[in-house]
């Protein structure tokens, strides 16, 4: 496997990030959060993963989540239209570089938002979370782009977190994992789905077949994919959770090419 992603220092405007569902934090650190991001690169590093930078956004205070800017599949990359318009400027160095390592794009055009983070990929099935963020038309252009590709696009409303990964992500094994108080409807996966006793046990990086990256904020979420066979890497991430950020949200992992 491909083992390559996109990164993004954090803007020192951090703590002026957007939040939608969670009271807003009055004691975000943005130099712990730099050093914690750095502690997230080394991660990836350390698990065989090449990171690529996007070119730091300093103005743009929710850069460091630069998944949010394109969804890549296979060889595609398709760069998001952020339903915040704040987050425009953060779109066009994160084209550049990933079009610079030689994916395909197409765009998400007005009227359609569509964020990254609304985006779980699985098996052939690509779900998008529909919400505050991201549109109906967002979301079929987007299945206009990966079904010619063999992709089978599945809409999932979503009220209760910012993003669908903010609620749920998937193990290598295909089991949705997911923090039931914020999922709308864990019915959609059926008996795929599995609850974790931690909200942020429910997001994970895939570094591996067997391989895990997660919060250090979900201690038993840990314990219950270790007890399944995964071996679990955990990073602090605290600062970004304050801004409804999680693990998926800090890099773009590219296996495409």
């Given at each position: 496997m491909n083992r390559r992603a996109l990164v993004r220092r954090p803007s020192p405007l951090l703590a002026e990030g957007l939040v939608t569902h969670i009271e807003r934090s009055d004691d975000v650190d943005a130099d712990l959060a730099l050093r914690q991001w750095e502690g997230y690169v080394e991660a990836l590093h350390a698990a065989g993963w090449t990171t690529h930078e996007v070119p730091p956004a300093p103005d743009s205070p929710d850069s460091a989540f630069v998944e949010d800017t394109m969804v890549v599949y296979g060889e595609l990359?398709?760069?998001?239209?952020?339903?915040?318009?704040?987050?425009?400027?953060?779109?066009?160095?994160?084209?550049?570089?990933?079009?610079?390592?030689?994916?395909?794009?197409?765009?998400?055009?007005?009227?359609?938002?569509?964020?990254?983070?609304?985006?779980?990929?699985?098996?052939?099935?690509?779900?998008?979370?529909?919400?505050?963020?991201?549109?109906?038309?967002?979301?079929?252009?987007?299945?206009?782009?990966?079904?010619?590709?063999?992709?089978?696009?599945?809409?999932?409303?979503?009220?209760?977190?910012?993003?669908?990964?903010?609620?749920?992500?998937?193990?290598?094994?295909?089991?949705?994992?997911?923090?039931?108080?914020?999922?709308?409807?864990?019915?959609?996966?059926?008996?795929?789905?599995?609850?974790?006793?931690?909200?942020?046990?429910?997001?994970?990086?895939?570094?591996d077949d067997d391989v895990l990256l997660m919060s250090s904020a979900a201690p038993e979420s840990a314990k219950l994919f270790e007890a399944r066979g995964y071996r679990v890497v955990t990073v602090d991430i605290s600062e970004f959770e304050k801004l409804e950020g999680c693990v998926t949200c800090l890099s773009v992992r590219l296996r495409g090419l």
């Open positions: 990359a398709v760069i998001s239209r952020p339903g915040a318009e704040e987050r425009w400027t953060e779109i066009p160095a994160a084209a550049d570089t990933v079009c610079e390592l030689g994916y395909r794009m197409v765009q998400i055009e007005a009227p359609g938002t569509l964020d990254g983070g609304d985006v779980l990929k699985h098996g052939g099935t690509v779900w998008v979370g529909r919400g505050g963020r991201t549109n109906d038309e967002g979301i079929a252009q987007l299945a206009a782009a990966l079904e010619p590709l063999g992709a089978r696009v599945v809409t999932i409303p979503l009220t209760k977190v910012l993003h669908l990964k903010s609620a749920v992500t998937a193990l290598p094994d295909g089991t949705v994992i997911g923090y039931a108080p914020v999922v709308d409807d864990p019915g959609v996966w059926g008996d795929a789905f599995l609850a974790v006793p931690e909200e942020p046990g429910a997001h994970v990086v895939l570094l």
